[in-house]
């Protein structure tokens, strides 16, 4: 493919000798140059017949990069990586490898939808002295696009969209993805704020205990969710899911979260209620956060009174739970509500953009106030339960790299047929090799046993249930005798007074 500087060499001869004629021209016949100056034009372009243009690195007055100019190094990166001869290696911030790009005056050609483009990094010096606190500001760096005019409309109208598109794609993939949390801040209002680490959970998908379908349909969801930025702008809907994870402990909820982060290479903002003074300071946490991010919101039902009027009761019984912590140790209500919450994930939220995951975890899902979980706000309830034999057969992997062995038979018997419940995380615990080398049949061995104590215990709880219940009844019973009992003496005891009165009347 011919660069632009071999087409140079082609049309430099005769650009020089029209230039060359041009100026003497000029200088000649001033008057006529002037009504002479379109032809030359004209006659210019028809050998130059490329159009160029300049995407500076910093633009505008605020000294900010330019997003158009980082896109385009990013789009650029994969293909200079493979072409150019001369490259530049940086680290960028927040980017988890060497970014490379092309350096200066290096070019490289480009094809889309058959059009050839010529991409040229260049920097120029600035003249101009000025004082800068930025060490390379006396340089100006910048692309230049050429394509034939001909190709005019297709990269316009949309060759610079995909260039942009592709750049932000291919920046979001190598950025280093961010765990936030609201920790309470150090001014007198206490306001909350965002603080974050390095998210690096190394949960997927495939170390996931769960039967397979299951684990299938949940992913095709968020795939969906994902490419779905132009269905939500049809129907009118914001581009934002709510999943509802439920389930006793130990069943994977946070790690089905970091799975779900990590396959959609999303930002996790973990949201403490507890620590948000009111309504106001949640929304401008919650638009604070970013695109691409799923927001967490754990234990919902002990964060706050959110299980609306049926909660009442307990809630002046726990009502320490909704206390927030200060940064000054003190103990303050937070006054986030329920209607707070609700009004944030169905208007202000539509008003920040899209593509935002919510999920919202519990132990009791049956304690929630219908009206936060119903679908539209929680369009998914996933339900992770007790370790069933094909979660097993995930961890045995993940564990002992074990796939098949005998004892499989007996621990299939002991989940399925005997209905043992254990979590994953109990599982996992027994599986864990205790020391160096120790075989797979061993571990395998120790969960067996464990699985037979569990439902020695599970028998235990079962009859200590049923004796406390009888107690309970029986109690129950002796206090209504008592009463009973008791009345009947009153009853007895205002017969005798009344006999008393009459018989003193007469
Ligand atoms: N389904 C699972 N697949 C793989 N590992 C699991 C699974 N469930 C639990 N674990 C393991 O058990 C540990 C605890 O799990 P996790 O914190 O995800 O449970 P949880 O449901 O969020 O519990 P809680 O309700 O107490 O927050 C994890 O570190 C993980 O290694
Ligand atoms: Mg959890």
């Not at 750049?167 to 936030?180: A, C, F, T």
Request: a neutral charge; glycine letters at 6%.
């Amino acid at each position: 493919m011919a660069t632009m500087g071999q087409l140079w060499a082609n049309t430099g001869s005769t650009l020089a000798t029209l230039m060359f004629t041009y100026t003497i021209f000029r200088r000649w016949f001033p008057h006529v140059g002037d009504h002479l100056e379109p032809f030359f034009q004209r006659l210019f372009s028809r050998f130059y017949p490329y159009i160029q243009i300049k995407f500076h690195e910093y633009s505008g007055e605020h000294f900010k990069r330019s997003e158009v100019y980082s896109g385009i190094q990013s789009y650029l990166s994969k293909d200079s990586s493979l072409r150019a001869k001369k490259l530049k290696a940086n680290t960028t911030k927040g980017s988890k490898s060497l970014v490379l790009s092309m350096d200066d005056r290096e070019e490289i050609t480009d094809e889309f939808e058959s059009v050839t483009v010529w991409w040229q990094s260049k920097k120029v010096r600035n003249t101009r002295q000025s004082f800068s606190f930025y060490p390379a500001a006396d340089e100006k760096r910048y692309y230049t696009l050429k394509f034939h005019r001909r190709d005019r409309e297709v990269i316009i109208e949309r060759y610079l969209e995909h260039v942009v598109k592709e750049g932000k794609r291919i920046k979001m993939k190598n950025r280093e993805r961010k765990l936030y949390s609201n920790t309470p801040g150090q001014n007198h209002r206490n306001q909350t704020k965002w603080s974050h680490v390095t998210f690096e959970h190394p949960a997927s998908f495939d170390t996931l205990a769960m039967e397979e379908e299951k684990k299938e349909e949940i992913k095709n969801d968020l795939v969906k969710f994902s490419k779905s930025k132009d269905y939500y702008k049809k129907i009118g809907k914001a581009w934002k899911r709510g999943y509802l994870l439920f389930g006793p402990p130990g069943t994977g909820k946070s790690t089905m979260i970091a799975a779900m982060a990590n396959f959609l290479e999303y930002d996790v903002y973990d949201l403490e209620l507890t620590t948000v003074m009111d309504n106001t300071q949640l929304r401008s946490l919650l638009i604070e956060t970013s695109t691409k991010s799923i927001i967490v919101i754990e234990d919902i039902d002990c964060s706050l009174n959110l299980t609306g009027q049926r909660k009442k009761k307990e809630e002046e019984d726990d009502g320490d739970e909704k206390k927030m912590m200060t940064s000054e140790g003190e103990k303050k209500e937070s006054k986030v509500t329920l209607s707070g919450l609700l009004n944030f994930i169905d208007g202000l939220w539509s008003a920040c953009g899209g593509e935002r995951i919510i999920v919202f975890t519990t132990n009791f899902v049956d304690k929630l106030d219908p009206a936060l979980i119903r679908k539209g706000r929680m369009d998914k309830h996933i339900e992770m339960s007790y370790c069933g034999f094909e979660a097993f057969k995930v961890l045995a992997k993940n564990y002992l790299d074990v796939e098949e062995s005998e004892i499989f038979d007996e621990i299939k018997r002991l989940l399925e047929v005997e209905e043992i419940k254990m979590t994953p995380a109990d599982v996992g615990e027994n599986l864990l090799p205790k020391s160096e080398g120790k075989e797979g049949e061993t571990c395998l061995k120790r969960l067996v046993e464990a699985l037979k104590e569990a439902k020695e215990e599970a028998k235990k709880k079962v009859e200590e249930e049923e004796k406390r219940k009888k107690e309970e009844e029986e109690e129950k019973k002796r206090i209504k005798e008592k009463k009973a009992e008791m009345k009947g003496k009153k009853d007895e005891k205002k017969k005798k007074i009344e006999e008393n009165g009459e018989e003193e009347e007469h």
